[in-house]
């Protein structure tokens, strides 16, 4: 058996407001339809991969003993018209800081991360999702 994870969503009410806790112990908002106060499931379905492709692209560009000193990930998804309207495609930006960082080096971590390693990317991939890929290496400020 894999790892198992673990989260607990209680509703606040009046509306679609809840409170989520993940078994790490991190707590957050949810609300429908997403506002300052609280995101969207599907915002975070969003982040996940995000989330999940940047550790992946910081790790694999440290082994590569690259100078990275910097990252950020922009995300944007399409979602269907019709419900359940589910992701149809993502968007990925890659921003990499860093004197030096070389750019086959940075091409080879997001076809890793987006190919074999980062989970959350996968899954999209095999629920039928289009992801585009984008990058460019910037200076560290």
Not at 122 to 139: C, H, M, N, S
């Amino acid at each position: 058996m894999g790892q198992v994870k673990t989260a607990h969503i209680e509703w606040l009410g009046p509306e679609l407001q809840f409170h989520g806790t993940l078994g790490s112990g991190y707590e957050f908002e949810l609300a429908g339809p997403a506002t300052s106060e609280g995101g969207s499931p599907m915002e975070f379905l969003l982040a996940g991969v995000a989330g999940c492709t940047a550790m992946d692209i910081v790790h694999i560009l440290r082994k590569k003993r690259q100078p990275i000193e910097g990252l950020t990930v922009q995300i944007s998804g399409e979602r269907a018209e019709d419900h359940p309207q589910v992701y149809t495609a993502v968007s990925l930006t890659y921003v990499i800081q860093g004197e030096g960082v070389a750019a086959k080096a940075v091409e080879d971590a997001i076809q890793l991360s987006q190919d074999k390693y980062c989970s959350a990317s996968i899954l999209f991939k095999q629920a039928g999702v289009q992801i585009q890929t984008d990058y460019r290496i910037e200076p560290a400020s």
